[in-house]
């Protein structure tokens, strides 16, 4: 009889449909997962699981989607502060006359903490349980999320040009190496190389980032094939295209997680394909900036693992990923001139399974597996936004708000319930980017 | 001393910003707007108004911005009862093997007001307080709206084949007329004629639109230049292209409100800013289904009044026009490589004035303006999401989601408070939406 005792676990969770993500497309209906340590344990009907497993704690959402928390791919949180700051300009401009004097004048620990905390607070309410970082002092982002108990790859930015971060090429690397031994090994937070992009980062600092990441298997996060002018700048000043000198410089393997990439020849998709590149789709920032259209669907059919990320909140203006998921499956269709490009089961995928292998993760989280860390998110479909469900999967990528984000795991710890936030101080949160926004005003004049 | 006193109006809306779109671009802090019989009868600062009116109801919103209700310029609001019943398919397949044989199934009296009043929900959730309606049986449309008291613009069909609603080109321009005249002089209903597409209507039955619409000062709501295909089938059917057809039949005029124009020459363009031809851009729906791109930039450039539109559920697949005007503003920048096109105050202008300008409705709604009727929107700043607020027209456009939605009045009645729908059966309409649904999945097998 032994067999059947029902075994101890920490929190079940019933839905009334699961999208595991892995297997693809499946829609599971009135299904739970147990959860103990932090992993999934178990997956199975809800009648069967509350025989099974002896739960501490269990969470009923019939009317609710349960899924793998959502990947953002590509962010530059702290900037979460400069949401609005400057819009409709041309690049020069919004760089040179906005983004640039504000960022000088206030970039600093204290900026990056409260940035990182406003986003985490963001991206929680919105499903996201995972963002691939690149922003200055990523020290004090990585003590932000772990203080959280939000999971990220933090990326050591490089570039060529003295920042509040450092002052040489000497010691960016110096404190890229002192970051990834410091988080070496953490449950929840990783560290990554973040050359800024093609037309910042020589030759030889290229080099020593792909000697770095060779050695520690470290993710290269780049900014690359961005738009036409990077294209054309690369040829006038390296006699090649970004990518063409980025392997020649060693860069091109499945470490790189290549970000934009609205640039591309059918070669260089084959080429990210042969050589496993993970390419990070930001299409709301590529249209706001008018920078370009990423092949999304020419490379998910090459065969090319892709991801999706917002962007920072100067050029998007949000951390929402049902936004950008949406954007990137309608997007694809047009761009490829192919209404069943990106289907809704691919795009979510992409934001997922796909964001979770960008960033070497997927032996930890992006799919409901056994084993797996239990990141999990319930958003709610009885919404009459979302009635009346004739397709579960279509309905999370098309008609979904994030607002509908009911509940929300890391590692099976509970982040939001019922969507109030636990242990973060929203009132707080909010008043501190209002003292924000008086002091970038009175720097603006 | 009489000047001085208060007059009596019905209700005094206080907000932390009132964005009243003409004067262009404008935002006014601490401002209050008085209405008096559902028309706005003072505009002032907030300290001066509580002296100036003696109000029956005072809302007092310090966090909210005050603007006009959106107007959703094309809609097939039956149809959000197909919500997501296929998606990601070839448009012949989509149409001929999903939404044709469902609708054929299904349509009628009940389904068009079920449909109806569930699309009047979300809009109102949302912030849309004006719909410009394009889908058999307008009586029963016209009956559903002005029931809730909600305003609209519903085009009679015509269409070369019989359907549910009439039998032949006699009964379309009977029944058109029957509730044309059904409906004259009512407050918030109009009847507009709706000739499907340059693909279904014959010369003939276009020639009688364009009798009709010059007898009455009808407007003329018609999906054109939608699809390249549509492009080539008038050359091969008509040896011109949609709108030189239409030109010669005499509909491009100021009452022609042309829907989708994703293949635009650029004589084409000066044609429509020539004749007053108003465009209403449908971004989200022209993407999902590989239309093309509209040239939204360069129409508004030339002169052309823009409006914007979310299109029908089965293809966008919701009735939410804040994530409209931000694909419109950021894809415009992206089709017009110019990060400056549409900028966010002129969205927000397409949004309202340009969609009432399309409709005809211009001397009544659109604008905050002393006069115009008070259909009026609050929409909440001081959630996460729209935190830290630099520029108040910038988040309403490109951070800003419904769900910050809290107010909505139309004609100075108030249609939701607190995000509460007054005088709506909002689980009443979830049940019903979920019948339909059980429905639908029966006649699929």
Redesign the interface.
């Known amino acids: 009889m032994s067999e059947h005792l029902p075994q101890p676990c920490d929190l079940l969770i019933e839905a009334g449909h699961v999208v595991p993500v892995q297997p693809h497309a499946l829609v599971l209906q009135d299904t739970a997962v147990a959860v103990r340590d932090g992993v999934i344990v178990g997956i199975g009907p809800r009648q069967d699981m509350r025989v099974r497993w002896q739960a501490a704690r269990v969470v009923s959402r019939p009317d609710a989607v349960l899924m793998p928390g959502l990947v953002n791919a590509h962010t530059h949180n702290p900037m979460t502060?400069?949401?609005?700051?400057a819009?409709?300009?041309?690049?020069m401009t919004?760089l040179q006359e906005h983004i640039w004097p504000v960022e000088g004048a206030v970039i600093g620990e204290q900026f990056v903490a409260d940035g990182t905390r406003?986003a985490i607070?963001?991206m929680l309410?919105?499903g996201t349980t995972c963002a691939n970082e690149n922003y200055f002092f990523p020290d004090v982002q990585a003590r932000t999320y772990a203080e959280h108990g939000f999971r990220a790859l933090v990326g050591a930015v490089v570039i060529d040009f003295p920042t509040a971060w450092a002052k040489d090429s000497d010691e960016y690397f110096a404190k890229a190496e002192s970051v990834r031994a410091q988080w070496q090994g953490h449950g929840l937070i990783d560290v990554a190389l973040a050359p800024h992009a093609p037309y910042t980062v020589s030759d030889a600092n290229f080099e020593r980032v792909a000697a770095m990441s060779a050695q520690h298997n470290l993710r290269v996060h780049l900014h690359t094939h961005e738009t036409a002018q990077e294209i054309s700048d690369s040829i006038r000043d390296h006699g090649v295209r970004p990518l063409a000198r980025l392997q020649r410089l060693g860069l091109v393997n499945e470490r790189l997680i290549a970000v934009h990439m609205t640039q591309l020849t059918d070669d260089e998709i084959g080429l990210c394909a042969e050589h496993g590149v993970h390419v990070v789709h930001c299409p709301?920032s590529?249209?706001?900036?008018?920078?370009?259209?990423c092949p999304a669907c020419a490379l998910a059919r090459a065969g090319v693992n892709l991801a999706i990320g917002t962007d920072g909140?100067a050029s998007?203006?949000?951390l929402?990923m049902f936004?950008e998921n949406?954007?990137a499956?309608?997007?694809a269709?047009?761009v490829?001139?192919?209404?069943?490009?990106l289907?809704?089961a691919s795009t979510l995928r992409a934001a997922t399974l796909g964001g979770a292998t960008a960033l070497g993760f997927a032996d930890r989280i992006g799919s409901i597996e056994l084993g797996k860390q239990a990141d999990l998110v319930c958003v709610d479909m009885?919404a009459?936004?979302?009635?009346?469900?004739?397709?579960v999967i279509?309905?999370l990528v098309?008609?979904t708000?994030?607002?509908q984000v009911s509940d929300v795991w890391i590692a099976g710890v509970s982040k939001l319930e019922n969507r109030v936030l636990v242990d973060m101080d929203?009132d707080g949160?909010?008043a501190n980017?209002?003292q924000?926004?008086d002091r970038?005003?009175t720097i603006r004049g």
Chains 1, 2 share one sequence.
């Not at 590529?286 to 259209?293: I, R, V």
């Not at 490829?336 to 490009?341: I, K, L, V």
């Not at 009459?384 to 397709?391: A, C, D, K, R, V």
């Open positions: 502060l400069l949401r609005g700051v819009d409709d300009l041309p690049l919004w406003l607070a963001e309410r919105g709301e590529n249209l706001k900036l008018a920078s370009g259209f909140c998007n203006n949000d929402d936004s949406r954007t499956a309608i997007l269709k047009a490829a001139n192919d209404a069943t490009a289907d809704a009885g009459l936004e979302t009635q009346p469900l004739h397709n279509s309905q098309y008609a708000g994030r607002q929203i949160i909010i980017a209002r924000w926004r970038i005003a």
